[in-house]
């Protein structure tokens, strides 16, 4: 997903711009670039490829006191990632930046023969399209917008400016997130609230299907129609420490470390430890139809889905009477499934702006399926299209790798599957269990992450150098090991896979030798013995081994133990997810990669 910042008002243009785009470079860093108009038009566009820092050395040369500007932090999608592809793209007197995908942008181009396209994206093809109603000023800029949208297919999210009129923006969107900042005497535009953060706290989502002519005192929105749509201004929660490192090298160590404090978030309030009973409001389904439940789909992509799978099989523990199938959005949205009508659909989304999340969510409504929404991003597009919804409020989740909100996922989850048995007159004695974990989770993440931390720092730099990997569990530790192995493959590029401790003797196991290592999560339980058994069978063939468990005496010939408290029975694969988190933290800070951003990703991706 790529950045977006505009801005018109008093001060200086190009400060906020690159402030802005730096909040926002977690979103796509390919490339970068910003425009500003002075008073009589003049324009000076710098765009540089690679991280901010590169379009700061151009700006160092180019300071300008303009009052007005947009800027954009690219994830590419057509195109290289280079000074030619970045935005902003000109078009005549027009400048524009984009965030989506036109997928139509090739018929458009053929058209527009008058243009003198300088790069292969489809985001130039917008900015000629939109000059060629602009008609050198002959129409109002917002028209030319209007009219240009209204011929292409895809999403977007975008901003224009022309050097005819240096006080006003024109921003729309259809897919890709928006959000209009109000100031005094200054107006502000983000694809992500974080980077108004410290300027204002007044903002306004933009709708899909809707354009809005910005000014520095004034905000008018329509829809493509021409309808007005009255600015409805929403308070900004993010605070300025919540998107800073707060003292740690990176922001993945940062939502690693905070995650006791970030989970007590999640349960706050929705736990009744007097009576030992969950009480969630967002959801909004009464008892009655919460006492209908039957089925369960749970909706993700990537970590999401990870969380969906783990929280259905602890749903499916407590509350045997229904069934949860946790799905790939991005397979789901296509597969036509029938619902039966006694579902429930949970929507689970860090950012709750994935495309391919938010394109199942709108299938699934289509069969009349309520829709529960578990998201962090505070009116995110997902958060204010679902039925209802529940907020995880882990607050800012800046690194692309995504730690703090997968756990807090999965607790959210297991509270509403909770509210579900409580609803159905489940016996406490099933449920307090869970609940009084639930309770003690944020402590017992806080000894684990003080315990494990060193010692993982410790033995990374053994596993730094091996490019394979292969992470085993079973039951809720399989789900566990698949958001531990895809944690480490995205940011230190190791080919790590997960496998259910059973399956390997059918395939995978002909994988194990030198060239990988393995780290196998090993619960109490009724199920511990097998996997030691299945364990045996890695050993057996040299693997080298990093076993996860909490049985304090555990003598077995692997490389490294990590052993943590058994305080957590149930929960305890949520604690082995730290220590795998860590393991990615530090292997891939041994090899010396980027661990907040690494290659070819986005920290939300809301192309298909
Ligand atoms: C997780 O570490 C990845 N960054 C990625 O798989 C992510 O979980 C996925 O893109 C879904 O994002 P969302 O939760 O914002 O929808």
Redesign the pocket.
Known sequence: MCGIVGYVGKNAAQDFLISGLKRLEYRGYDSAGIVTLSENGDATLLRAKGKIANLEDKLSNNKRNDKIGIGHTRWATHGEPSEANAHPHQAGKIFLVHNGIIENYKELKEHLTEHEFKSQTDTEVLAALVNSFYKDGKYPLVNAVVQALKLTKGTYGIAVVTTDNPNEIVVARSGSPLVIGVGHGETMLASDAAALVGHTKQAIYLNDGEVAVITRDNVVIKTLNAEPVSAKVEEIETNLAAIQKGGYEHFLLKEIMEQPESLAETLRGRINEKEGTVRLGGPGLSQEQLRKVKHLVIV?????YHAGLMAGYYIEQFTPEITVESVIASEYRYKNAYIPKDSVALI???????AD?LACLREIKKQGIPTIGIVNAIGSTIAREVDGGTYVHVGPEIS???TK?FTSQVVAMVMFGLTIAQAKGARSGILKPYIDELIKLPAAIRETLDEASEAVRKIAQKYASLEHAIYLGRDTAYPAAMEGA??LK?ISYVDANAYAFGELKHGPLALVDERFFEVALLPKGELFDKAISNLQEVLARGGQVIAITNVRDFEMPVRDVIVIKDTIKHFAPLLMNLVMQLIAYYVTVAKGYDVDQPRN?A???TVE
Do not use: R
């Open positions: 993700g992509c990537g970590t999401a689970v989304s860090q950012s709750g702006e994935t999340t692309v790798a995504s909100a895809l944690k995205e990703l920290k939300s991706v």
